[in-house]
């Protein structure tokens, strides 16, 4: 293979979205051309082109080691591509890194948070470090805090908070500013299954009022109920990305991920582990 990767020429910059979003017109929320990044002598994303319509619930799943973080990494912001572009809603995400920011909620894997501070104070620092005013931020930190169940724990140092809610405090931290886009990597992850309904909840009423929600999962039967659109990616590579009824056809999500990224290991040898 050589250095240069695929679909490495940018596009004609998309045109701004209008005021009003999540209308059929509406150009995609996200646009990614060329998306390429190579870590020493592994190529991690190999020049990846993806659309992700205004609206849309979006699921991308993938293989341990496929290139999803590292590429909603460099989609977001957080990681710089070696080649290709990304816009979000018309703003090229390289060249005008702030004014991509304030479209976005990101909730990154494995992610570092300001943990020496209160639940009540992190998601308060993070509406204010938006540019918010200190009485709508008081406002949503209530709401969020409420209905992600940890208004109990508002004054416990994050520090002190188990790993489901972690992911539940960083979450009310990218959705402070009610964003237009939703970048989610593994957000179920470690979260119970009550706390889980009522971010789907939260997730699913969000892209009804217009926003759009990308979320990595390895959970495909939560992708398959949860996502309207889906793309299948492994090894830098997107295999399959459109409709999660196109992707998977007359086949089950999980079992056409299966058919696409192979791999599938045999198990007949294992003779010993019979108990009659």
């Not at 870590?39 to 799943?61: H, M």
């Not at 949503?140 to 972690?166: C, E, H, Q």
């Amino acid at each position: 293979m050589t250095d240069a990767p695929k679909n490495s020429a940018s596009p004609p910059r998309p045109a701004p979205l209008p005021a009003a979003t999540g209308g059929i017109d509406a150009p995609p929320a996200l646009v990614i051309r060329g998306l390429a990044k190579r870590f020493g002598g592994k190529i991690a994303v190999n020049g990846i082109d993806l659309d992700v319509p205004s609206g849309s619930f979006y699921g991308l799943v993938g293989p341990n080691g496929a290139g999803k973080t590292t590429s909603l990494s460099m989609a977001t912001g957080l990681l710089r591509p070696d080649y290709g572009s990304v816009w979000v809603h018309g703003v090229n995400v390289w060249d005008h890194q702030l004014q991509a920011k304030k479209l976005m909620g990101i909730l990154p894997d494995g992610v570092r948070l300001f943990d020496r501070l209160s639940g009540e104070q992190l998601v308060t620092y993070a509406g204010l470090l938006r540019g918010m005013d200190r009485e709508t931020v008081a406002e949503r930190v209530k709401d969020l805090l409420a209905v992600l169940d940890l208004a109990k724990d508002a004054g416990t140092l994050v520090v002190d908070y188990s790993a489901g809610m972690t992911k539940k405090i960083a979450l009310a931290s990218a959705l402070i500013h009610a964003p237009r886009l939703l970048v989610l990597d593994e957000p179920f992850e470690s979260v119970d299954p009550i706390s889980a309904a009522n971010i789907r909840d939260i997730l699913q009423g969000y892209v009804s009022s217009g926003g759009t929600v990308i979320v990595s999962s390895h959970v495909m039967d939560l992708v398959q109920r949860m996502c309207d659109h889906v793309a299948v990616i492994a090894g830098g590579n997107v295999l399959a990305a459109g409709t999660v009824d196109d992707v998977r056809g007359a086949m089950s999500l999980e079992d056409k991920f299966v058919e696409l990224v192979g791999g599938r290991n045999q198990t007949e040898g294992l003779t010993w582990l019979r108990t009659s």
